[in-house]
Nanobody
């Protein structure tokens, strides 16, 4: 089993930056594909970014490409999401997810077996 815990969320202003972290326990994430999703109030959960087991392949949703960066540190069993140029549309609960697949790059929620509880990000003027 894998347990994931997100942190780093908070309230910021438009244009600010924020770095989210997701720490894992239970077993190493070395061979797992890791992803970030987000869900705004009243909306479905959307894909944000995904990273391969060694960090060599990264893909992003069009809405965040060029502004967000996903990275991982397997020695710390942690995945990160660096967010810049935040706008009000980025307001959501951000959750990390893990799949037991080394080379996966799925954007589908159903492909991820392990999820964190989420961390709130609020962007205001």
């Amino acid at each position: 089993q894998v347990q994931l815990v997100e942190s780093g969320g908070g309230s910021v202003q438009v244009g600010d930056s924020l770095r989210l972290s997701c720490a894992a326990s239970g077993r190493p994430l070395t061979f797992y594909t890791l992803a970030w999703f987000r869900q705004a109030p009243g909306k479905e959960r959307d894909f944000v970014a995904v990273i391969s087991w060694n960090g060599g392949n990264r893909f992003y949703a069009d809405s965040v490409k060029g502004r967000f960066t996903i990275s991982r540190d397997n020695s710390k069993n942690t995945v990160y999401l660096q967010m810049t140029s935040l706008n009000t549309e980025d307001t959501a609960v951000y959750s990390c997810a893990a799949a037991a697949e080394m080379y996966g790059s799925s954007r589908r929620e159903s492909d991820y077996a392990y999820w964190g509880q989420g961390t709130q990000v609020t962007v205001s003027l």
